[in-house]
């Protein structure tokens, strides 16, 4: 009988190492080495039984003698998550979708489940963390027809992938990867070593039966997918959940697509029959008051393909003791350096201030657009001045003070017109060659005439 010999592996990257070490060489995160038993390869699974990691053995040849077929995409019966996945969900492809405990990702999944299964796709939903019963409970609940739908409750890899090749079903969901073995491995469920080999056998039986998967994936306290960060490689497509439990309203972003695009968001309202798709996300996140307030403005951001219209918060305020930058929504080190840049270019000081800043409706910005509305918001609460309600700003701010363009301007201006805006300050670079009725552009190059025309904008209008 062979030894059993063990590693060291890391429960961030995966990496294997022979001893033990404080410290990971291969990404540098500290005390994530833990004992991993490594089982003797046995005879029989030496021997490739789904061919490489594609699921087809394949020889060397030329890529164009490679045949291509267009993608079939399967409807998931929700508009907006359709958009997250680029349209629709791809035969024999792995989506991962994380978040928060308590957001809804059980909930999405039951409801595509069921709508595909009544849609004569045929879905078979494998549960780990409930029972049948619970499954059931909660589609009751929710009213969901339930009388297409095949259900499991399973955790053994191979036991589940013997099912799916015995039922052939269109698409599969499994909640969670977390609980998840494979019987080759004699570590814990949920462990780095299960997790990886579980989510290579999948999907390397999703390309070779063409089956779809979705796999639940938990979050660590840090809002990142727990388990090696190779798992984020494997599959074809990763999704994470936007938002607060307590809020009304989630957002599933595409950080990952290999069939879409990336940073897609679709955005869904929960309700006590499950999560419902938000037609016009602008609208909610334009909660604004009845009257112009200091410190609130509109920016025009873009998600993906689509453009939003987003209000963003400001409270500058005298610091009692050292100044504090916070940010909501926002990258917190931006936040510092474009405070910088406007004491410098724009001759607004906020070093002995308070600066809180909010993006309302937890949505989190990642693009450099939102980099104009966060100053002007910010000056707008230091001097006490509110702009115009029908304003709407969007930009990117450089270190000398340049009003940098963005893409998509003219998608932009069109979202902020089909919402009633009258005013957009925008980087002269994305001024539009017509006009658009209804709408006056004020078009600036750098830092300080963004700031004299808002502030003229607001003695004139406010």
């Known amino acids: 009988m062979s030894k059993v010999k063990t590693v060291y592996r ?13 410290q990971c060489s291969e990404c540098g995160e500290w005390n994530t080495l833990t004992e991993v038993r490594l089982e003797p390869v046995s005879a029989h699974r030496a021997k490739p039984q789904l061919g490489g990691y594609a699921g087809q053995t394949t020889a060397v040849t030329t890529l164009n003698k490679i045949s291509v077929s267009n993608e079939t995409r399967l409807a998931t019966g929700i508009g907006e998550f359709d958009r997250v996945l680029g349209g629709g969900l791809v035969t024999g492809s792995v989506v991962l979708i994380g978040g928060d405990p308590g957001i809804g990702k059980s909930t999405i999944l039951l409801q595509t ?72 491995l004699q570590s814990a469920p949920g462990g780095v070593s299960q997790i990886r080999e579980s989510a290579a056998l999948l999907t390397r039986f999703a390309k070779h039966s063409g089956t779809a998967l979705f796999i639940v994936g938990h979050v660590t ?19 994470y959940f936007e938002g607060q439990s307590d809020s009304r309203y989630r957002m599933i972003r595409a950080v990952k697509n290999r069939f879409g695009a990336v940073n897609e968001l679709g955005v869904f ?46 409270l500058v305020d005298d610091a009692h003791g050292q100044p504090r930058r916070v940010a909501l929504g926002l990258e917190q080190n931006r936040l510092n350096m474009l405070l910088a840049v406007m004491h410098r270019h724009g001759g607004v000081q906020t070093s002995g201030q308070d600066v809180y800043v909010n993006v309302v409706g937890g949505l989190k910005i990642t693009e450099t657009g939102s980099d104009l509305a966060v100053l002007l918001a910010c000056a707008s609460s230091l001097r006490g001045k509110a702009l115009p309600q029908q304003l709407a700003v969007f930009g990117e701010v450089g270190l000398s003070g340049e009003i940098r363009p963005v893409p998509n301007g003219q998608e932009r201006l069109k979202e902020a017109a089909k919402h009633g805006f009258k005013y957009v300050i925008l980087p002269r670079g994305n001024a539009p060659q017509k006009s658009i009725a209804g709408v006056q552009i004020i078009a600036v190059a750098r830092l300080h005439e963004a700031l004299s025309e808002a502030l003229q904008l607001s003695d004139e209008l406010v």
């Open 10 to 22: 890391c429960e961030q990257c995966g990496a294997d190492h022979p001893k033990w070490a404080g």
């Open 113 to 184: 489940a069921t709508y595909m299964a009544n849609a004569k796709s045929t879905a078979l939903y494998v549960t780990g963390e409930e029972s049948l019963s619970q499954v059931a409970l909660r589609a009751q609940r929710l009213d969901l027809p339930t009388d297409q739908l095949k259900v499991m409750a399973e955790t053994c890899v191979e036991r589940i992938c013997e099912v799916l090749a015995h039922e052939r079903p269109a698409v599969a969901i499994l909640d969670s990867i977390q609980t998840l073995y494979t019987e080759t």
């Open 221 to 239: 306290k840090e809002g990142a997918l727990a388990g090696p960060r190779v798992l984020e490689h494997m599959v074809d497509c990763v999704l």
């Open 269 to 314: 309202g929960m309700t006590d029959k499950g999560l419902r798709e938000v037609a016009n996300p602008s609208a909610i996140f334009l909660s604004r008051y009845d009257e112009a307030i200091p410190g609130s403005i509109v920016m025009i951001s873009r998600e993906g393909t689509r453009p939003l219209l987003v209000e963003v918060q400001a």
